[in-house]
Every structure is written in C-alpha cells, then in structure tokens.
C-alpha cells in the first residue's frame, strides 16, 4: 500500500533467456533456423517481383511508332506535329523501368558510404558541406539521371555506382567490439533516452525519397520535348507502363508520406489529441488555394501562346496543379467517412474499379467526344479518385515511418512494416493486373496503377531504409539519433530541394515553357540537347539552393503547419515579462538569466 516492493524471486537463467528473446535481432546470424526465412524474405519475394514485372514485357509493345504520312505533319516545329509525337504511345516495360529507376538508390548508397567513410576517417575535422561534396553530388545524383534517362550507358552507369559504393562502404570501420554481448546496447540507450513523445523529427531516407522523385519529375517535363529523351519513358496513351507515369504517381504518394503528419495525434497536456474535420478542412482550403491558383495560371498561360498540348493526358482545360490541389479538401472528409486509411482506399479503388469495369463508364471514357465541360476534362475528373487513393496509401505508409521510433527495435522493427506494405501492394497488383487481366492506365489511375506505384514506392523507401539502418550502425552510441554533424544525413543539393520542393516544380515549369517558347527543341542535335537539359537543371534547382543558403522556406501552408498553427494552444504560452517596469534588475541578475531563459525552453518544450 505505501509503495513497490518487488519481492518476487527471480530466476536468473530464466531472466538472462527473456533478454536474449528480446533481443535476437542483434545477435543474428545464418543458421539452419533462420536460412530458410532469409531465403523466403531476400530471395523468393524479390524473385517473384521480378518474374512478374519481366512477364508484363509480352503484354506491352515498345515497337517503333507508326509510319507517318508523308503529307500529313510535316512540319517537325508545328504545334500539331509536336502534339502528334507524343500521342498514341506504348510506354515500356517494367522492367526496364525498374532497372533505369534503381539508379536513384545506388546514387544515394555511394553518397552515404562515401561520406560516412569520410566522417570516421576524421570526425572533429569532418565538413559536409563544401564546394568538393558539392560537386561530389552532382556527379553522384544528376550524372546518372542524365545517363539513364537519355537511355545511354545504363548498364555503365550501375556498374559504377556499384563498384563506388562497394568501395567507399569498405572504407566504413567496424562498430566497437561489445566485450559482454548480454550487456545493453549503448547505442540503445542513447536512441531511448533521446526520444521525446509527440515530435516529429527530419528523416534523411523520407528526404533523399521525396528530392529525388523531384529531380525526376522536373528532368522528365522538358527532356520528353528532345529526340535524345526516349519516347518509350514518356506518357502513355491509355494503358502501359512508363517513367513518367510512374513519376507522376510517386510525386502524389511521396506528397501523401510527409501529409500524415497533420492528422497524427499529439501530446498536449499529457493526452493524445487530434484536430476536428473543421479545422483539417479549413487547413485542406489554405494548403489548395495557391495550387488551384497555380492551376488557373497555369491553363491561362498555355491558351494564350497555343502552347502544345496533349488533350488526353489530363483533359482540355485540367492540369496536374488542380489534381494536387483538390486532394488537400477530399482527404479530410475520406477520413471523417472511416478513419481507417487502409479501408477507405482499398474502398475507393474497389468501387471506382468497378464503375470502369462493369458499367459504361469505362468505354465512355476511352473513346467518347469531347462536347461539354465534363466530357472535355473526363480524364482529370474521373482519375481524381485513383489519385486520391495513391494519396491515402502514402498516408498509410506515412504512418509507420514518419513518427519518431522509441526504441531500437521500434525503428528496426519498421523495416518489416514498410517490407510488409510492398509485398501487399504487389500481390494486389499480381492479383489485378494478371488474375483479373486489368492493365494498368495512368489516365484513369485504375487500381492496377495505383498499386504499382504503391509496391514500388515502398520498396524505395524500404531500400533507403536499409542503407541508412546499415550504415548509420557504425556511429558512436551519443550519435544514435541526434547530434551528427551538418552533410552526413543528407546532401546540400537534396535538403535544399526538399524544403522548397513546391518551389523547384514551379521553376521548372516555367522554365519548360521558356525552352519550348526559345528554341526548336526537336530540331537540336545532341550535344546541343544535353547542354540546354544541363542549364536547364542547374537553373530549376539553383533557386532552392539559395533559399536554403539564406534559411528561407517559400511554400504553400501544408496542413502539417496549419494544423500547427490551429492548435497553437498545444504549446505552452511564454512567460510573461514586466516589461512596464523601469527598475534595474536586481543584482547577480546577469548570471542566472541563462539559466533561467533554458528552463523556460524546456518548460514549453515539455521536457
């Protein structure tokens, strides 16, 4: 009654047997126990993946374009002929799409390897952030974005990106040898100790995911406009494959990652809080005013220079700026309806599967005239669903990874959550694509799209995972979470894209245009193409780098922030200061101020 008093004997072989259940994770080795679930999880899986994607090559055509007339669009500058190039296109195959994208993650290994070797060869003298790493992550991240988009010396450039990361991983030393393995991990007990409930903090794999999407998607709207870039990565016309479509996808799943963050609950007062649906939605209308604003422009701008356009990407009058925009306003009331994201978008796919599938719907918009305002815009309008689906699946994933972990075992634990997702969205795309015979459509964002882009998306947050997991385990134990230096989470070209990503597209755009309106991009020579698409990424990303030198953040209000703004009762106020009076502070003032300034931070912090 008056406190614990533990007067249970325990058993120490009986206790030293739990600690060691508890932490099998990491003493694991290769045995006769456990090969057959390695086998099952690194080779199986991955092996079937890769049967399917290679068995989608029978099913799609990457054959030359027709013939065209001689006497129909010969006029290679012409806004028809342009319109025409990349109409009734067939995409590529999986694989193939597979292989150029794995790029991304080999980049970000050897950048990681590389400098986590740099980092333990001197760590007092260490600098992440100079004109050497500078260069350094062009040649690491862009060189081979422009290698395997222009599809030249794909296979030379993995290869290399191999051979460096295997090297620079080499020169990685080992983790201090723990002389008691039943001993706690000190590493375990710094990452513990340093979690605070409620916070958010920065991951590097979520930003060096999210940046590289925009890389990609940024390269990819002006290199379709040249000869070197090949028509088989670009959009397709109604069902396939390609990079683009995939780009497009990725670009509204990473969003969907990084969007939880709003609608995750908070601690305030000790309890788990959440917003009401008027407060989300009226942090979705702020967060979609200067998109859909963006989007007015945006179809302003292309009616009145006739700029080309491919009428069956997204509609007549509909862009992608409207679709992101609307998504801030439908996520709220999904959730309001079930707060369950994992029901309500297998729910959204199902019906709208079925309304293409087993009613009219489907060949209405394949093939029906474009006469009024709804039938004009039927590809943005109807694919909306899909979209928001492929949202909500990012906001699913986004729940697993985007939390701070408490434990070790919590964060390693994470590796078979997100592991876990990818193999459920390949199965379901297994199932729709090649049981239910559905070939997936960019266009509609049918349920075989969506789920492609969900498998592979997780699988790329699942490899960044894994190579931060790996290498990261070679810090000291007071590095464990915090505290590393500046340049060795993530690089200066990927943070400052990341913190003004809405702000690189934009540039991007506009400069798309500015390119098409200046030269004849279909009449240049190669040498000529590579020059204007390197200017052209050096200049799109060039104003996020002085942003993000002069510590400013120019984006929308994301609901993340506005839910902040909204619950600003969630943070203790200041403390009030008597500032109307005049009397000089009383003696020894100077010396406790300090003190007394950091516990008031760690009084609103709630630490």
Known sequence: MGGHHDTLLKDPAIEEWIWMRQNTHRYFKISRRTAPALLGMGLIIPAATIYFAIATQDKISVGPMPRMDPGFLNDPTSKEFKEWRVSNLDGSSMTEIHIAISTMVLSYWCWKCKTAAEFHRNPTAFVGRDWSHFVFECAVFLAPMFFVLTDSYVYQTIAALVAASIYFRWQIPDAPHRHDKWAPDPRAEEFKKSYNPGRVTAKSYLSIYRAEMMLLTCFCILAVDFNVFPLKFAKVETFGTSIMDLGVGSFVFSAGVVGVKSFLPRHVDGKLKTSSLGHQLRAGLWTAFPLLALGAVRLVLTESVDYQKHVSEYGTHWNFFFTLGFLPVFVP????????????????????????????????????????????????????????????????????????????????????SVLGAWVTACISYVLSGFVLGIQPSRRFANAPYCFWVASFNSAMIWLYM??????????PPQMARTGRPKGYDVPVIVEAVNINSLTTFLVANLLTGSVNMLFETLLCESVEAYSILAGYTLLFMLPALLLFRSGIRLRTTTPAVAHEAVHSYSTMPKVKSAKWRRQAPPEGWEEIKPTLTEFEQKMRDGT
């Open 466 to 475: 894994l190579i931060e997991e790996d290498v990261d385990s070679k810090l």
């Open 333 to 416: 009331m999904g959730l309001y309806v079930y707060s369950d994201l994992r029901v309500t978008f297998t729910a959204l796919l199902v019906v709208s599967q079925a309304m293409f599938s087993l009613t009219p719907l489907g060949e209405w918009l394949e093939n029906a005239e474009r006469t009024g305002l709804v039938s004009a815009n039927r590809e943005g309008i109807f694919s909306f669903a899909g979209y928001l689906a492929i949202f909500l699946m990012g906001m699913s994933l986004g729940q697993e990874v985007l939390p701070d972990a408490h434990t070790f075992e919590d964060r390693r634990m994470r590796l078979v």
